[in-house]
């Protein structure tokens, strides 16, 4: 079992900055794959970023590339979203995730997830 819980969202005007915080609880999180997704109302989830525990590898969405950082802090199991020139359309639920190498998302252990909201 993994267990997720968010914070830091909030409201801010475009251009803004955020930094979306997750704190993972459990066994064995070193195996675990930790990502960040969204939704927004009306739209389906979609993929943010992804980070290996193991080895700090990334990924991103095209969307955010550049604007977006994920990183973790080991020594805390907690896994940041750091989030910079925040558009209208960055407007959504985020959610951490978390799945074994072997695994998918969809099988995965979510967060309850934190609303962002940017003002145009």
């Known amino acids: 079992q993994l267990q997720l819980v968010e914070s830091g969202g909030g409201l801010v005007q475009a251009g803004g900055s955020l930094r979306l915080s997750c704190a993972a609880s459990?066994?064995?999180?070193?195996?675990?794959?930790m990502g960040w997704f969204r939704q927004a109302p009306g739209k389906e989830r979609e993929f943010v970023a992804a980070?290996?525990?193991?080895?700090?590898?990334?990924a991103y969405a095209v969307a955010v590339k550049g604007r977006f950082t994920i990183s973790l802090d080991n020594a805390k199991n907690m896994v940041y979203l750091q989030m910079n020139s925040l558009k209208f359309e960055d407007t959504a639920v985020y959610y951490c995730?978390?799945?074994?190498?072997?695994?998918?998302?969809?099988?995965?252990?979510w967060g309850q997830g934190t609303q962002v909201t940017v003002s145009s």
């Open positions: 459990g066994r064995t999180i070193s195996s675990y794959n």
């Open positions: 995730a978390g799945r074994q190498r072997d695994s998918t998302w969809t099988a995965g252990f």
């Open positions: 980070i290996t525990w193991s080895s700090g590898t990334t």
